[in-house]
């Protein structure tokens, strides 16, 4: 279906102010919601926020009064709308089941984009974070079994995969290295700069939600785990804004921050199968519109140019959550070893220069140990062996997986080696058998 958003008109501003009542609605059952529902919750908080933050820094430079005003009573809508995103999850929803809602946002949004994504350098931007992001789910679950009693299946719904990606204690690097070579403005296609403002702001919110919630857990090893991974995804921060043309113009940033509020909503109405939460996205799209006109309105009074020139004539696709345990595991069979180097560049393991930047920096950290391979230590304990919930074939991969993502420089002293991970798996299936003879 062909829909310009710059030829609809929206909702005008003065009517986006809604009451209490409008702006809570009742958070969805956490048994019964569709996990892509969760997903898509999760994901709109974070566009919310970053809506909400750009136009306060935007406001910071804006000499005009009126139009100080008006960006202000944006930020006002866009703040309300976070709460009505983010208060639909339910107060029984515990911090470590919404964190594996994260990462599986995180996975299957990251894998639907690499597959969407013109651009073949962005596209192999988006596989290299995929896995570091599916490997954050894996850990995250180990706890959630051992603290809570929770499956991941209870969260994931049998959508993702749950098993090891590349192992996150190698996630860290030199922050040079993270730095990737940015889109051109004036040629990238606007799926590409709308892909990107999303997976960035899904990514700053997993970042804040770690910061904000990682110290409320008591277990300490869990509390470390947070704070390993929170680092990471600071990486994955700098690492996707990275791609960003740096010469965007402030008011050329806040129109593609609003086609991305539209084209988000557009998706989520589309998708949504929840007909109470539908009808709050529809409304959204509407209230999307109304920003974007002004925005629009703006960039041509400042910068004399049209707005199509920026965002095209053609709503665009950023968020439509699917299972992609196919593509996922392609990636990962294939990718596990990939590294990052330096002037945008990626490599193997293997081939891999004595001085690589990373290892200093993962030496350090990972010093005494690595609190993300404490996690399979401990389900080993618990459970036998690690917790995962995927495909057979991928299952019997995952030793292999596991060795072919492990460096040997820059390694912590916990590790957990492959011939360590096939002990837990056999001595799990003994254990297994053992308790079958007994019932
Ligand atoms: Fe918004
Ligand atoms: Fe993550
Ligand atoms: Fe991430
Ligand atoms: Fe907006």
């Not at 096939?422 to 297994?432: A, C, S």
């Amino acid at each position: 279906m062909s829909f310009n958003a710059l030829e609809e008109k929206g909702l005008p501003i003065e009517k986006q102010v809604r009451n209490w009542h409008q702006i809570i609605g009742k958070p969805y059952n956490k048994t019964e919601v569709d996990c892509y529902t969760r997903t898509r919750q999760i994901l709109m908080n974070g566009i919310e926020i970053e809506a909400w933050g750009f136009k306060h820094q935007l406001n910071r430079f804006v000499m005009d009064n009126n139009d100080k005003e008006l960006i202000a009573q944006i930020s006002r809508i866009e703040d309300s709308q976070q709460t009505s995103a983010n208060w639909m999850g339910p107060a029984d929803q515990s911090v470590l089941e919404t964190t594996l809602g994260y990462e599986q946002v995180a996975v299957d949004l990251t894998a639907w984009m690499a597959q969407n994504e013109p651009d073949e350098y962005v596209k192999e931007t988006f596989d290299f974070g995929l896995l570091e992001d599916f490997d954050h789910l894996y850990r995250y679950s180990q706890f959630a079994y051992m603290v809570e009693g929770v499956e991941p299946s209870d969260i994931v719904q049998g959508q993702t995969d749950v098993i090891i990606g590349r192992p996150t204690q190698h996630h860290h690097n030199c922050n040079a290295l993270r730095i990737r070579k940015h889109y051109d403005k004036n040629t990238a296609h606007p799926q590409t700069k709308v892909n990107i403002l999303t997976l960035l702001s899904g990514e700053q919110q997993t970042h804040n939600y770690y910061a904000e919630h990682g110290f409320m857990c008591g277990d300490h090893v869990l509390r470390e785990t947070y704070a390993e991974i929170k680092d990471v995804e600071e990486e994955h921060v700098t690492m996707y804004e990275s791609l960003i043309d740096p010469t965007e113009t402030m008011w050329e940033k806040f129109l593609i921050h609003e086609f991305t509020e539209v084209c988000n909503y557009y998706t989520c109405m589309e998708d949504e199968v929840d007909d109470r939460i539908k009808k709050v996205w529809e409304l959204f799209l509407d209230i999307e519109l109304g920003h974007l006109k002004i925005a629009a309105d703006l960039f041509k009074k400042y910068e004399k140019r049209d707005p199509e020139e920026i965002i095209g004539t053609e709503i665009v696709i950023p968020c439509r959550f699917l299972s992609q345990k196919e593509y996922v595991s392609k990636v990962l069979e294939r990718e596990v070893n990939k590294r990052l180097i330096k002037d945008g560049k990626y490599t193997v393991i293997n081939k891999l220069p004595e001085d690589w930047a990373s290892y200093k920096v993962q030496e350090k950290q990972n010093e005494i140990s690595s609190p993300s391979e404490n996690a399979i230590r401990l389900a080993g304990i618990y459970h036998n062996r690690d917790i995962v919930d995927a495909g057979k074939e991928l299952e019997e991969k995952e030793t292999e997986i596991l060795a072919k993502g492990l460096q040997s420089k820059g390694l912590a002293d916990n590790t957990v080696m492959p011939d360590e991970l096939e002990k837990m798996i056999k001595k799990h299936e003994k254990m297994e058998k053992k308790q079958e003879e007994l019932i």
